[in-house]
């Protein structure tokens, strides 16, 4: 619920989204990004992501040496030096590390990459918009040659507020904003694009959907105990397959899923066959779905992208799961990345360099659950309801095998 005393200054936000867009790539975004002296990124502070963006936005501004950092979320009475080593003491407003929520920002001494500066202050909004533009003036007229990038809350953004305040003292803004749910809101995802530009100086980059700004806030509030941390995890999973079961005319799911970490390794493992123990000869570095059971193992922290693909999970492993075998394998994952990519039109495998069977089985059903989605344009109901019948003959699945083998 919005404070009564915010409701006009989130409305200017609300409406400056409102006005016409045109589709654009993030290669057009990051080449006006490289030309802008001052560019503003909105955020949703307890969403790691929204913070890695940013510092990919900041590393393609340029040389290191002339960009300057400002954070909302630091002290206004705190900067750092380029090339000064950061302890843990230096903490954000919300009580995390300066480093840890921005690592991108330093190099692997800790120290800083870029200057830095705190605009943090005590009143309102509209207040704090004006110490900003009090101080980014001050830098801009001790330093004019440097480029600016600034890191603030998605409702600074609305065109009447910070950037207009900059604009007056002289600068050229570029405003981003990181995936605004009223736009998730306004289009169809499965024809919306990554990149949306509603002028040459205002843009949104649709990387997070809604769902995974919630999962987020809810993981960040989580204790940092791989324990802890396994058991809130499971609980979101559980729930996320519940609602997808409901959505796609399943029986809810009866059974728990369970969720081990880093340091379970050598106990999931164990809980392997044979066939797919051989599989792993070290420990392995990303997240491994059990070939039977509703349990996965995890290396770190996960997105709300595995959050779904291990709900699909329990629901396979609830509603089709036979032996357990190759063709389980391939149709589970493909299950997986179709329901992620469904809710997430963004969703892209990450690239790994040792590639195991496991990881041969996700890419290729990547593969197919995008060619499943891409073929179909109905209700998403009936898209999961085509994936209850097998389409691959066992002539395939060996072909798909043997190449995987071979590679």
């Not at 900067?79 to 480093?99: D, F």
């Not at 809810?218 to 802890?228: K, R, Y």
């Not at 999970?313 to 075998?325: A, Q, R």
Request: net charge negative; hydrophobic share 40%.
């Amino acid at each position: 619920m919005t404070p009564e005393d915010l409701c006009d200054y989130e409305n200017a936000w609300q409406k400056c989204l409102q006005h016409k867009f045109l589709g654009a790539t993030e290669h057009e975004m990051m080449r006006v990004i490289a030309h802008s002296p001052c560019v503003i990124v909105s955020d949703f502070h307890p969403l790691k992501r929204s913070r890695q963006d940013f510092s990919t936005i900041v590393s393609n501004m340029g040389n290191e040496q002339d960009v300057l950092v400002v954070l909302e979320l630091l002290n206004s009475g705190i900067s750092v030096i380029k090339g000064q080593s950061i302890c843990e003491s230096v903490v954000l407003e919300n009580g995390m590390s300066l480093v840890e929520s921005y690592p991108l920002l330093f190099d692997g001494q800790r120290c800083a990459k870029y200057e830095i500066i705190g605009v943090c202050t005590d009143g309102n909004a509209h207040e704090r918009d004006s110490h900003c533009a009090q101080v980014v003036d001050l830098i801009h007229q001790l330093h004019p040659h440097k480029r600016l990038a600034l890191h603030f809350g998605d409702w600074h953004l609305a065109d009447d507020h910070l950037p207009s305040l900059l604009k007056d003292i002289g600068l050229e803004v570029m405003t981003i904003h990181l995936s605004p749910q009223p736009l998730w809101d306004r289009l169809i995802k499965r024809d919306i694009d990554e990149v949306l530009q509603f002028g040459p100086n205002k843009w949104a980059w649709m990387r997070t959907p809604p769902l995974a700004h919630a999962a987020a806030f809810l993981l960040d509030f989580a204790v940092f105990e791989e324990n802890d941390y396994a058991e809130e995890l499971a609980y979101l999973i559980e729930m996320a397959a519940d609602n997808l079961s409901t959505s796609m005319n399943f029986e809810l799911p009866q059974s728990a899923f369970e969720v081990m970490c880093g340091d379970d390794w050598y106990s999931f493992w164990s809980s392997l066959d044979k066939h797919h123990q051989q599989q792993y000869p070290d420990k392995a570095e990303t997240v491994v779905f059990h070939p039977r059971l509703p349990l996965m193992w995890i290396p770190a922290e996960v997105d709300a992208n595995m959050i779904i693909q291990a709900a699909a999970h329990l629901i396979y492993c609830e509603h089709f799961m036979t032996n357990g075998d190759f063709c389980d394998s391939f149709r589970a994952a493909t299950l997986r990345h179709l329901c992620n990519i469904t809710l997430n039109p963004f969703f892209k495998l990450l690239e790994t360099g040792h590639l195991c069977e496991q990881q041969w089985v996700e890419r290729s059903a990547f593969a197919h659950a995008l060619l499943l989605k891409s073929q179909h344009r109905g209700l998403a109901t009936h898209l999961f309801d085509s994936f209850k019948h097998p389409q691959l003959w066992d002539y395939e699945l060996q072909l798909l095998r043997d190449t995987i083998e071979v590679a």
